[in-house]
């Protein structure tokens, strides 16, 4: 009965709206017109319920440090959080795998449809100002209740600018019925040859080189055991420029956004991480965050100087600055149980 109730649901959700099909991609094995790929339906992960954070008292919070890392894509223990890679086509289709999904299309698709608030890295009246997004003081927001990227068009051109990239300016002028080229007049009064509207180039899973996430850890002193809490995540993508030849290189990374991990956790609690050494036995997203399945760098601590590593270590330096901090924060859980 369970099961028959998931598949009319997941059936009536697809037919209301094609886009939140997407949504719902890695969620079941159940494909549209009755296909039921496998032998079984997965439906373990879609319909688990979020287990809560245990409660921790202020009192009981005796010792705490925030510490900034980033999760490299490029480790081999990482890669489920970057596989599968997403595509979307020339005309604009985006073309996903349909029981397995990478980190990156589960936040493009539930941001894109209002599911996930997402908070500019910086003061979007301040451009010069510092990145201090991580403190998520700048929400990105619609301008209705229930509005979205498909249904609000000032929403949709502010995203716009944080899931995509403009591509490069056409060298050949627009030109009017007689074949000469289109001149308009910019608001300072000079006037220029008018070019095609420069097309976005959408960023997909391949583009997110890592997640940077800010968390807590905390020495609960009532079960006697550090947590670690994840406060915010934000996809990092490779930051391109032009040099004095006109050859594209890379001059850094740059954050798109920050998210609210604990907001977060409930849709990441309903999509499949794949397991490479059972099919059988696959689970959600958040399970992957909450047994710490995977490998961060640390690249910034709570400090007086509000300082990252790289600011005063480089290279195998800021390495081993990062497992020092992680040997301190070790040596206190351990020293708990020193008598």
Not at 23 to 30: A, D, I, M
Not at 56 to 66: P, V
Request: proline share 3%; net charge negative.
């Amino acid at each position: 009965m369970k099961s028959a109730l998931l598949i009319l649901l997941f059936s009536l959700v697809v037919s209301i709206n094609g886009r939140t099909q997407d949504c719902f991609c890695g969620q079941t094995n159940y494909t549209e017109g009755g296909i039921l790929d496998g032998s079984y339906l997965k439906e373990n992960v879609a319909t688990k319920k979020l287990i809560p954070y245990t409660y921790i008292r202020e009192a009981d919070a005796t010792w705490s440090k925030r510490v900034w890392s980033y999760i490299d894509m490029r480790e081999k223990i990482n890669q489920p959080l970057y596989y599968p890679l997403d595509e979307i086509t020339a005309n604009g289709t985006w073309i996903t795998n349909q029981d397995k999904v990478s980190l990156w299309t589960i936040i493009r698709c539930n941001v894109l449809a209002g599911n996930i608030k997402a908070f500019s890295p910086f003061n979007v009246n301040n451009l010069f100002g510092k990145y201090d997004g991580d403190q998520l003081k700048y929400p990105i927001e619609s301008g209705f209740p229930g509005g979205n990227f498909y249904n609000d068009s000032l929403y949709r051109e502010s995203l716009t600018s944080y899931f995509g990239r403009l591509g490069e300016q056409s060298d050949i002028p627009l030109t009017d019925e007689f074949g000469e080229p289109k001149v308009i007049t910019l608001a300072n009064g000079d006037k220029t040859f008018e070019y095609e509207t420069r097309d976005t180039i959408w960023y997909t899973s391949k583009d997110i080189v890592q997640y940077r996430i800010k968390e807590d850890w905390i020495f609960d002193k009532n079960r006697s055991a550090i947590d670690r809490r994840i406060i915010a995540i934000a996809p990092v993508v490779v930051e391109k420029g032009i040099d004095a030849n006109g050859n594209e290189i890379i001059v850094g990374v740059k954050e798109l956004f920050w998210l609210y991990f604990p907001h977060m956790r409930y849709v990441l609690n309903n999509y499949n991480v794949y397991n490479e050494r059972n099919d059988s036995q696959w689970m959600s997203f958040d399970d992957l965050f909450w047994k710490r399945r995977f490998s961060a760098v640390i690249y910034k601590e709570s400090n007086t100087a509000d300082r990252a590593i790289e600011s005063y270590r480089t290279g195998v330096d800021a390495l081993l600055e990062a497992e020092k901090i992680k040997e301190e924060i070790r040596m206190i859980e351990s020293d708990v149980w020193q008598y």
